[in-house]
């Protein structure tokens, strides 16, 4: 978002209103330790310097900076910032619509104007306490209010807000409340509205939830009352700076070294691999780690709703859909996405997730000669995720008959990797699955690796089993073989334990009634 049109959206109240608003956002849940300690919710005083940002910049001046003789007492420096932000909205007004000025650019002028407002007021400050000041409100006025601090804090990956004073956060993998609140309904929509006309888009009574973007790439859903009923709520799934890489899901548990061994082979060999995972189960993530083993010199087009996949290869194109604008036009689908992207002469297509029509284009895809292109489906094992392709592909509206989109299926897909959040809240792989063909009307499915459950749980209740082979060796590493892709003996070698829940799909598959698909439930 440009800062003009952020500021725009802030001035909506009488001037000075969203600093005041924004200092009432209480004090931080983890003490920011240079912060000057905790301040009463609701009260003015300390508030704006809770939510101010940390000062990342190196040439932020310390804030133990001297004090000028008669430097102000506290609270008369926090009234002054009140005014200050006040007159700040009044002097700035007639540049916020500038749209020849640039970001920076505004930035700077507002900076300096606050300067000059800060000058007039006459109050002694020292350097230092001048420049925190200018930066304090300028972050309080210009940022996202109390969200900013849980924006900046590196341990929150979710910020989830149930309304204006109640605010969970997903810190190191837990579910925690937040101290952290809004000074009202009317100040909480005003910094959604901010998020949401940054790209571009609106949210009123007619259009109440939007999916937007923060500039630092952080996936935000927003709905309002009356869809909303306790209250306009935010989800924000940050977007990470430095990425899960395999040596962190190896340490977390949710792969073992020999599966990520046998991915990475999957990967090079071109094979197509689908994650399958409930919601929060890890599956971008995933991609994101199956991505990076795809070779230096492919070129790689990803396709997705909200850009979230970080690859580190040179050659990448990203694509990102696009939804109707105010008047329902100009939409632009992940399916024409990937219909355009067989254009673009990829060697590799990663497609954020399917849920939709464009399920078929990725199949017919992955079957003309795109193999090795990854995706992600959202369902509870390998098997539904079969199901779940079916359905998406029936979306696409052409009438195919259900064999026919089992054989596309079946042909397309080599692997399915699926995630689980088990009782412990981990992430885990619990089955690597075999897409190996049809028999009769059904898509056979063999496991390679299943979690193993038997191996019971520790004293604080976490899952001491992992993945484990199954003893059956996928048919498609004979691919390996042929283009010299070698793998460790390791990665196949049975576990001590043979209590393994193994499980042969197909065996039991043929077994049934081949119309009948079987459904299991994602281990809880
Ligand atoms: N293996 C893992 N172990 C621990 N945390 C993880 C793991 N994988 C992902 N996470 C964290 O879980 C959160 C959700 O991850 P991710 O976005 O990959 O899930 P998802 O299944 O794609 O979610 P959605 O269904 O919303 O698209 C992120 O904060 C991410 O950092
Ligand atoms: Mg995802």
């Known amino acids: 978002m440009n800062l003009a049109e952020r500021l725009a959206v802030a001035r909506g109240g009488p001037a000075g209103e969203v600093v005041r608003a924004i200092a009432a956002g209480g004090p931080p849940d983890d003490a920011d330790p240079s912060s000057p300690g905790p301040t009463p919710p609701g009260s003015v005083a300390g508030g704006a310097a809770a939510t101010r940002k940390p000062p990342p910049k190196p040439a932020a001046p310390a804030r133990s900076g001297a004090p000028v003789p008669g430097s102000p007492p506290p609270d008369a420096l926090l009234k002054l910032k009140d005014r200050a932000g006040k007159a700040l909205f009044d002097r700035i007004g007639t540049r916020l619509n500038d749209s020849a000025m640039s970001e920076s650019k505004l930035l700077a002028y507002a900076r300096e104007e606050l300067s000059q407002v800060i000058e007039g007021e006459k109050v002694p400050l020292s350097v230092e306490?001048?420049?925190?000041?200018?930066?304090?409100?300028?972050?309080?006025?210009?940022?996202?209010?109390?969200?900013?601090?849980?924006?900046?804090?590196?341990?929150?990956?979710?910020?989830?807000?149930?309304?204006?004073?109640?605010?969970?956060?997903?810190?190191?993998?837990?579910?925690?409340?937040?101290?952290?609140r809004f000074a009202s309904e009317v100040h909480l929509r005003r910094v959604i509205e901010r998020i949401v006309s940054g790209v571009g888009r609106r949210i009123d009574e007619s259009s109440p939830l939007v999916d937007a973007r923060l500039p630092d790439g952080s996936r935000v859903n927003a709905i309002i009352p009356p869809l909303a009923v306790s209250g306009s709520t935010l989800t924000i799934r940050k977007f990470a700076k430095d990425p899960l890489q395999v040596s962190d899901l190896i340490g977390f548990g949710t792969l073992t070294a020999e599966m990520a061994e046998l991915l990475e082979a999957c990967v090079t060999a071109r094979l197509n691999i689908i994650v399958s995972g409930g919601t929060g189960t890890g599956k971008t993530t995933l991609l994101n780690v199956l991505s990076s083993f795809i070779p230096k010199g492919e070129r790689i087009i990803t396709i997705e709703d909200a850009v979230e996949l970080q690859l580190q290869q040179e050659h990448v194109v990203r694509l990102e859909s696009r939804p109707p604008n105010i008047e329902g036009k100009g939409q632009i689908t992940i399916r024409d996405l990937v219909r355009?992207?067989?254009?673009?002469?990829?060697?590799?297509?990663?497609?954020?997730?399917?849920?939709?029509?464009?399920?078929?284009?990725?199949l017919q895809a992955m079957?003309?000669?795109?193999?090795?292109?990854?995706?992600?489906?959202?369902?509870?094992?390998?098997?539904?995720?079969?199901?779940?392709?079916?359905?998406?592909?029936?979306?696409?509206?052409?009438?195919?008959?259900?064999?026919?989109?089992?054989?596309?299926?079946?042909?397309?897909?080599?692997?399915?990797?699926?995630?689980?959040?088990?009782?412990?809240?981990?992430?885990?792989?619990?089955?690597?699955?075999?897409?190996?063909?049809?028999e009769g009307e059904v898509v056979t499915l063999q496991d390679a690796f299943v979690f193993d459950y038997s191996a019971g749980v520790d004293a604080h209740g976490r899952f001491l089993g992992k993945p484990v082979p199954t003893g059956v060796r996928p048919r498609f590493t004979d691919r390996f073989r042929d283009l010299g892709i070698e793998l460790s003996p390791s990665v196949f070698a049975l576990p001590d334990r043979r209590e393994t829940p193994f499980r042969d799909h197909a065996a039991e598959l043929s077994a049934r009634s081949p119309n009948a698909p079987e459904r299991r439930k994602a281990p809880r």
């Not at 930066?135 to 924006?151: F, K, N, S, T």
């Not at 355009?340 to 990725?362: A, F, H, K, Q, W």
Request: proline share 3%; with cysteine.
């Open 129 to 180: 306490e001048r420049a925190r000041l200018v930066r304090e409100i300028g972050d309080d006025v210009l940022g996202y209010g109390p969200l900013q601090r849980l924006l900046d804090d590196a341990n929150v990956t979710e910020i989830m807000v149930n309304g204006a004073d109640t605010i969970f956060v997903e810190r190191d993998g837990k579910l925690v409340r937040s101290t952290a």
């Open 340 to 362: 355009n992207s067989l254009r673009m002469r990829p060697d590799r297509i990663v497609i954020g997730e399917c849920r939709g029509g464009e399920s078929l284009d990725m």
């Open 367 to 438: 079957n003309t000669g795109h193999d090795g292109s990854l995706s992600t489906v959202h369902s509870n094992s390998p098997r539904d995720a079969v199901s779940r392709l079916e359905t998406l592909v029936l979306m696409a509206g052409m009438d195919l008959p259900l064999r026919a989109i089992r054989e596309q299926i079946s042909s397309a897909v080599d692997v399915i990797v699926q995630l689980s959040r088990l009782r412990d809240g981990s992430r885990r792989v619990t089955y690597v699955t075999e897409v190996q063909g049809m």
